[in-house]
């Protein structure tokens, strides 16, 4: 992630969320930074791993480290919900579309349109065939490469920022 971005969501978590913001105990002693605080929380949320993995190496227990994602994802949602956390629209698609075309993806041959089948009790088990079948990956290279086409898509909308103190 670039250091901007990352910078960007510190400050707007931390102006809306007061947990996030650094302060002092009864004894003196400084609480942890809004640094670690986001870094743990991106860290669980970006690679899936448990709350007690990250307390080694970032210095933070597994319950501030819970509270910390629920307060997060909270503020998040506030500061950054209406623009980022959108569904895309056909502007956004048609996009998409072009960058993946001009990586070499060839989306002409994709069905955009799926249908589900339609769910009773006696269609279980066509539709468990169904998520199989559509649910699996066929082609894991291409897969990977739009995933990170697009991610380096929305982050270029934070390319030119610069993070003020």
Known sequence: MRRSLFLR????????????????????????????????????????VAADAVDEYLRIGESTTALCVKKFV??????????????P????????????????FPYEDVNFEVSMPTVSQNHLPEYDEYLRNHTRIRNRSTNNQLQSDTIEEIWNGFGDEEYDD
């Open 9 to 48: 969501i510190v400050e707007g978590v931390m102006n809306q969320e007061p947990f996030f913001q650094s302060n002092h105990d009864t004894t003196g002693k400084s609480s942890l930074s809004p640094l670690q605080k986001c870094t743990t929380t991106i860290r669980i949320l970006a690679y899936g």
């Open 74 to 87: 909270r503020a998040f949602n506030v500061v950054f919900g209406e623009e980022y956390l959108r569904s």
């Open 89 to 104: 629209n056909a502007a956004d698609v048609e996009h998409f579309l072009h960058v993946g075309e001009q990586r070499g």
